[in-house]
């Protein structure tokens, strides 16, 4: 006998799907914890604070749900434009989400940032879970006094304890999402592991290869755009990018002496690539001058971020 449900419905039956937003203050581990999470490089990882600047969604897929992830940029107290845009944008990727996950370094403990964000997040109607990150490098007593410190605050369905680069408590934490988001169908082909187009991922690696480079002199009021991408007929690509500061003086350091500070950015970002992209690359990085980038609503709506008014 023939079953008359449809089939979307009866995928909808079998399977689970919603969204996880990973928030915290800048480097307590989320995007470490994403690209350990969804098990491939989806979103930039460097010693600077603050390098995640707009919404990254990451897409695992665990036993028959489909969690995606939203990396948010680090919640901080906000000084600049550009500042205020990535906290604007981090609370909305909160409320918008079925579960929101609080990453904390337990190293480094609850304060500051970490404090904030706690006292702002117990009016957060969303189910809310406490990770407490790099667990390798602290006591478990201490443990056990900050999980406690935080569940004083704010009333987390679950607490757990991980060390996002090594992967050990990531199953758990999985097992806990899988079972949690609601019922229904998947938003994402099962293969795909983020929602971000490849020109911004690109431009996302060479920013990347920047941070660590120059990661000791290198101002915040750094922005790269892919401008080109051409796909040529021996299967290879030409990706033409431009990177925008806003003074002569930070174009210096991008380029470093004789230009050898953009070619060797250029090289590790090209090598990057054309691994993700299993294809040769030629990339084509351009510095150019733009004062004030900082406050042009164009720039932000580039990045993924809301102007704030």
Not at 161 to 166: F, N
Not at 216 to 226: F, K, N, R
């Amino acid at each position: 006998m023939m079953s008359d449900e449809n089939p979307v419905e009866q995928q909808a039956a079998e399977t689970r799907s919603g969204f996880v937003a990973l928030i915290g203050a800048p480097n307590a581990g989320k995007s470490t914890l994403l690209n350990q999470l969804v098990g491939a490089k989806v979103s930039i990882v460097t010693h600077k604070v603050q390098t995640t600047r707009a919404m990254i969604r990451g897409i695992a897929t665990h036993d028959k749900t489909q969690i995606v992830f939203i990396d948010t940029p680090g919640i901080f107290n906000p000084r600049r434009t550009l500042d205020r845009a990535m906290v604007t944008t981090a609370w909305g990727g909160a409320k918008d989400a079925d579960i929101v996950a609080l990453l904390i370094d337990a190293e480094r403990g609850i304060r500051g940032d970490a404090a904030a964000i706690l006292e702002k997040l117990s009016d957060t109607a969303q189910p809310k879970v406490l990770i407490l990150n790099k667990i390798d490098r602290v006591k478990r007593e201490l443990l056990l006094e900050l999980a406690a410190q935080a569940n004083e605050t704010v009333s987390f369905e679950r607490t757990f304890m991980i060390s996002a680069l090594q992967g050990s408590g990531c199953e758990d934490l999985m097992d806990y999402l899988a079972a949690s988001l609601p019922s229904g169908p998947w938003y994402y082909p099962e293969d795909q592991l983020s929602d971000l187009p490849m020109r911004q991922l690109a431009a996302e690696i060479t920013r990347e290869k920047l941070f660590l480079r120059l990661h000791q002199e290198l101002p915040y009021a750094i922005h790269v755009e892919t401008e080109k991408w051409e796909e040529r007929k021996d299967g290879s690509v030409r990706i033409d990018q431009v990177v925008y500061v806003e003074r002569d003086s930070q174009k210096k350091i991008v380029l470093g002496h004789k230009g050898s500070a953009i070619r060797a950015v250029g090289q590790a970002a090209r090598e990057e690539m054309a691994e993700i992209l299993d294809q040769k690359v030629h990339l084509f990085l351009f510095v150019k001058v733009r004062e004030g980038w900082g406050n042009d609503p164009e720039r932000y709506r580039e990045m993924g971020l809301e102007f704030p008014s």
